[in-house]
């Protein structure tokens, strides 16, 4: 069995964008949740064919400004049914706020992190780990594929073995990743975060505010095996693949493995965020060099994993770039714009010597965090 804490705020995004008037605060510290329908229904027929109201939910860029006017004139949040609570404790009352909130994944009003989720950020991690175990053997591989490939994303499998990934590679690792089972892992609270993206300019400077976030708050705990392998796939698989090149990576699979990779992957991103010079940004943010310390000294104990989840973190493109750009900075630095810039040259200005740093700050007033960071206490014999 492993136990799972929640260290910085998750938040998997459903992909729902929930309108502000939704959230209702009941105290200093409690907001629920109602529907919006429901909301709408109390608002008298004049409203509602209001020619204004009309002409500016219409228009071509759509306002809700004067809508919310009147949800906080008439609606009497006291006669509707609310769907769940969350805490609030950020500083900007919700009834004055203008963003919509992007809504956290639940079920029955549990919030939980699917086991896809895990399951792609265990693959991330086993990724990378490998790439880096392997790195001077497949060096000539990494710079055919950024020379002479077309593909601006780098393929895992080409970067391993030097060529193109066919329909024959393609159904190999779909029976190695279904060895892999992840469930999903829920928890009982969330809270509500406000979002913004800090040091958005290539000198550091420069806020951009983004959203509210429903996410599972740091400190909740839950105990069940985080992932396991089908073991009869597995052996079916080795036999299969037992003279091929293949066989690393189907022995590979196996739990105190993907328990290295995790902390090598997260260890590695992890000192991007606390380099001298980013370490001192966060100096003016409450607690997140305080939690990032933390989390280097979880990488420390044994049996003890952090993998880092959810919205606004880093993903495989992003991570192979920093293996790249630490074994290879010169090659790193002749490509950036070809390969390693997360978008062209002339929408954005990302700045290559700090890429994969994301600085994406949760808040609740409180404390500050760079989210998605979870601990698992695990037994080797699970």
């Known amino acids: 069995m492993d136990k799972i804490t929640i260290l910085t705020p998750v938040h998997i995004a459903t992909g729902n964008d929930i309108e502000m008037p939704c959230y209702h605060e009941v105290n200093d510290v409690t907001v629920n949740r109602y529907r919006f329908t429901d909301i709408l229904s109390q608002l008298p027929p004049k409203v509602m064919t209001d020619p204004r109201l009309l002409n500016e939910l219409s228009s071509r860029q759509p306002s809700k400004k004067l809508l919310y006017r009147?949800?906080?004139?008439?609606?009497?949040?006291?006669?509707?049914?609310?769907?769940?609570?969350?805490?609030?404790?950020?500083?900007?009352?919700?009834?004055?706020?203008?963003?919509?909130?992007?809504?956290?994944?639940?079920?029955?009003?549990?919030?939980?992190?699917?086991?896809?989720?895990?399951?792609?950020?265990?693959?991330?991690?086993?990724?990378?780990?490998?790439?880096?175990?392997?790195?001077?053997?497949?060096?000539?591989n990494i710079y055919k594929q950024i020379k002479n490939g077309q593909n601006k994303n780098l393929d895992f499998h080409e970067l391993m073995f030097g060529e193109s990934l066919d329909k024959g590679h393609e159904n190999f690792y779909k029976e190695l990743y279904s060895c892999l089972q992840c469930q999903d892992i829920y928890?009982?609270?969330?809270?509500?975060?406000?979002?913004?993206?800090?040091?958005?300019?290539?000198?550091?400077?420069?806020s951009i505010p983004t959203t509210y976030k429903e996410c599972i708050p740091p400190l909740q705990t839950t105990d069940l095996v985080l992932f396991h392998f089908d073991e009869f796939k597995l052996n079916v698989l080795k036999d299969k693949y037992k003279e091929s090149r293949y066989s690393e990576l189907i022995n590979s699979f196996n739990r105190d493995f993907f328990f290295k990779a995790c902390n090598a992957f997260t260890r590695d991103i992890l000192s991007v965020d606390m380099d001298k010079n980013y370490f001192n940004?966060?100096?003016?943010?409450?607690?997140?060099?305080?939690?990032?310390?933390?989390?280097?000294?979880?990488?420390?104990?044994?049996?003890?994993?952090v993998l880092r989840v959810g919205n606004s973190t880093n993903y495989f493109a992003k991570t192979i770039s920093y293996l790249i750009k630490n074994n290879d900075p010169g090659l790193y630095t002749e490509c950036f714009w070809q390969r390693f810039a997360p978008v062209d040259k002339g929408k954005t200005k990302p700045n290559e010597r700090t890429m994969p740093k994301t600085r994406m700050i949760y808040s609740n007033g409180e404390r500050d965090y760079l989210p998605g960071f979870i601990k698992i206490q695990y037994d080797k014999k699970s």
Not at 97 to 114: G, T, Y
Not at 286 to 305: Q, R, W, Y
């Open 70 to 140: 009147y949800i906080h004139q008439y609606v009497d949040y006291s006669k509707l049914t609310p769907l769940y609570n969350l805490e609030y404790t950020y500083d900007e009352s919700l009834s004055e706020a203008r963003n919509d909130v992007s809504e956290q994944m639940h079920d029955l009003h549990k919030p939980f992190i699917p086991g896809s989720t895990i399951k792609g950020t265990l693959l991330n991690s086993w990724k990378y780990y490998l790439l880096k175990l392997n790195y001077d053997q497949i060096r000539p």
């Open 187 to 206: 928890f009982s609270q969330m809270e509500l975060f406000f979002a913004g993206r800090e040091g958005s300019n290539r000198d550091m400077s420069g």
């Open 281 to 305: 940004f966060y100096e003016s943010f409450v607690g997140i060099n305080e939690k990032l310390n933390e989390i280097k000294k979880e990488l420390e104990n044994p049996n003890t994993a």
